[in-house]
């Protein structure tokens, strides 16, 4: 009994000292007044509650400010340079590895690339990234407060696991308890489309929206959910696939087994293979210059460029994916009904020769009431939403009640 009762006080201190935390890193500079104001914890217990956050360092206190009542309150603050984490992003063709400071700012990156040759030492490549960028960094494994992990794939983010990654070959890794073996630093994992919403949700687009939808349209399609500004899982952790939903019930074949899946139609690969299709039919385009010898060179970004310089074909493509990722979006919108669908990933690089159609698809298809109160935006972090999201998993950890671990 006595236990139990300590126990549970010691959980409800830890409690409240995230909160506080959490209070001082989204209202900081602050006094302790006003955070027993906001929390309605007694002064006392935020003093002391404080205190024990002064001697961890992550807050810091700062210049005296005025009060309402002429006396002068000292205000409190993060310190961003406390701690350090890891945030590292592992897509199809590289590995990005950043150390970033508790506001989740880049201070040294790495990126690694990847070929199919590599996929099967895939664990270890993370590892040697991670190495690679805190050797660079010149900063003490004491200093380094966790590592964020954004998997490509279906994840299990409570265990770590990569559950299933087709591209990689991979099933069942454990990718957490790996990574945590070899360098005994706390690690979380999740799937990196989900990882992307969580950066974009605390530092992007999502910080002034509670519900939103982030789209990423890259080698692959996927969908990060964010209600009340959490990450939506699912019951099985596969929220949000949404490359896998049937837009041309005829259409080619996915590697999902289905016909006409959405990513099949508008992701980098069915760019690419598009435009070699059309070329093969004698299309003339002036890709084929840029292909040289071998059209299988050519990738979605040749295409997009083409586009903004004109070429025909490319044009039509660009149009076409756009068009198909506006019956994608407007999907989104009708089912839930967000504030903001958020585009990222490499495909969402080409600009307006994709936002227009896709913008235009999506406001059409999608009913009038949701489609009023959507806004359609590219993602504020760009290419860096993958590391930053990474990043997050761990300050997810450090600043939010729900998620501290007994
Ligand atoms: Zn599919």
Redesign the pocket.
């Known amino acids: 009994m006595d236990k139990i009762v300590t126990g549970s006080f010691q959980l409800m201190k830890k409690i409240n000292r995230t909160l506080i935390l959490d209070i001082i890193r989204q209202h900081g500079p602050i006094s302790r007044a006003e955070i027993a104001k906001m929390t309605k914890l007694t002064p006392p217990t935020v003093t002391n509650l404080v205190r024990d956050l002064l001697k961890t360092g992550i807050v810091v206190e700062g210049d005296r400010m005025s009060s309402s009542g002429g006396r002068k309150a000292i205000e409190l603050k993060i310190n961003p340079r406390a701690y350090y984490v890891i945030g590292v992003d592992v897509g199809i063709s590289k590995v990005h590895t950043v150390v970033t400071d508790l506001e989740a700012k880049i201070l040294q990156e790495v990126y690694i690339p990847l070929k199919p040759e590599d996929y099967p030492g895939i664990i270890d490549l993370i590892i040697r990234s991670i190495e690679q960028v805190v050797n660079q960094f010149k900063v003490d494994k004491e200093k380094l407060i966790g590592i964020g992990v954004g998997m490509h794939g279906l994840v299990n983010s409570r265990e770590g696991i990569a559950v299933f990654a087709p591209n990689f070959n991979l099933h069942d890794v454990p990718v957490k308890a790996l990574i945590e073996e070899k360098l005994e630093i706390p690690t979380y994992v999740d799937n990196d489309v989900r990882a992307m919403a969580l950066g974009e949700s605390w530092f992007g687009h999502g910080q002034d929206v509670g519900n939103f939808v982030m789209l990423n349209v890259g080698y692959g399609i996927g969908a990060g959910i964010v209600f009340n500004h959490e990450v939506y899982h699912g019951v099985s952790e596969s929220a949000g696939e949404i490359?896998?939903t049937t837009v041309v019930d005829d259409g080619p074949r996915?590697?999902?087994?289905?016909y006409g899946?959405?990513?099949?139609m508008a992701a980098g690969p069915a760019i690419a293979q598009r435009a070699i299709k059309e070329i093969k039919r004698g299309v003339l385009t002036s890709l084929t210059h840029r292909a040289g010898e071998d059209l299988e060179h050519i990738t979605a970004k040749m295409v997009y460029e083409e586009a903004k310089r004109g070429d025909e074909l490319s044009l039509r493509i660009m149009e076409d994916t756009g068009r198909y990722l506006g019956i994608g979006v407007a999907n989104l919108i009708n089912i839930l009904n967000p504030e903001k669908v958020v585009i990222g990933g490499g495909v969402a690089q080409a600009g307006d020769i994709l936002f227009e159609p896709l913008v235009q698809t999506a406001m059409m298809r999608a009913m009038e009431v949701p489609a009023r109160s959507v806004q359609i935006v590219p993602s504020l972090l760009g290419e860096k939403a993958g590391v930053i999201g990474a990043a997050t998993l761990v300050l997810r950890q450090l600043f939010k009640v729900t998620k501290v671990e007994e």
Not at 261 to 264: D, I, P
């Open positions: 490359g896998h996915c590697n999902c087994g289905n899946c959405l990513e099949v």
